[in-house]
């Protein structure tokens, strides 16, 4: 069985991601996490043959944070790196709203940081996925990374 995790703060996008994956993928084991710490303590604990992830997250989860919990803008980057520093063995996708990320004079496109992401963190990272609410070509792209994974015996 496939293990997947999604990692993704925004309610309604984390449901539509889930809502569609589980349905076009009923056999695979699909949890979520709501940041950063969250996702890594998840990507430990039951290592995901694939890992949904935003760009942009918070440190913390809403319900655990306890006051100040800015949104970390290249936090899916870190979140990569601390997955090359734990070791975890996995492929990852980001999907993102977002076509820009930082602010000048670090302002970078998805296509941008899409290369960056794919020279810095091959070969566990797959590649981006730009999201829109009202489209439903990134349904597509996220089937085509999942069909990428070897399939495991069932």
Same mark, same amino acid.
């Given at each position: 069985?496939?293990?997947?995790?999604?990692?993704?703060?925004?309610?309604?996008?984390?449901?539509?991601?889930?809502?569609?994956?589980?349905?076009?993928?009923?056999?695979?084991?699909?949890?979520?996490?709501?940041?950063?710490?969250?996702?890594?303590?998840?990507?430990? +604990?039951? %290592?995901?043959?694939?890992?949904?992830?935003?760009?942009?997250?918070?440190? /913390?989860?809403? &319900?655990? #944070?306890?006051?100040?919990?800015?949104?970390?803008?290249?936090?899916?980057?870190?979140?990569?790196?601390?997955?090359?520093?734990?070791?975890?063995?996995?492929?990852?996708?980001?999907?993102?709203?977002?076509?820009?990320?930082?602010?000048?004079?670090?302002?970078?496109?998805?296509?941008?940081?899409?290369? +960056?992401? %794919?020279?810095?963190?091959?070969?566990?990272?797959?590649?981006?996925?730009? /999201?829109?609410? &009202?489209? #439903?070509?990134?349904?597509?792209?996220?089937?085509?990374?999942?069909?990428?994974?070897?399939?495991?015996?069932?």
């Amino acid at each position: 069985m496939t293990q997947v995790l999604l990692v993704e703060d925004d309610e309604n996008k984390r449901s539509r991601i889930t809502d569609y994956y589980c349905e076009r993928f009923p056999r695979d084991a699909f949890t979520y996490a709501d940041a950063m710490v969250t996702g890594l303590r998840a990507a430990r +604990e039951i %290592r995901p043959d694939l890992i949904i992830l935003d760009m942009t997250l918070p440190n /913390y989860s809403i &319900s655990a #944070a306890q006051g100040y919990n800015p949104m970390r803008p290249f936090g899916g980057r870190d979140f990569l790196r601390q997955l090359l520093r734990l070791d975890l063995v996995t492929k990852v996708v980001i999907v993102t709203q977002f076509e820009t990320f930082g602010s000048p004079p670090n302002l970078v496109n998805l296509s941008g940081l899409d290369d +960056e992401l %794919r020279r810095e963190f091959d070969p566990v990272y797959l590649g981006s996925i730009y /999201y829109h609410a &009202s489209k #439903a070509s990134w349904q597509a792209e996220l089937s085509m990374y999942r069909e990428t994974l070897k399939p495991e015996s069932e």
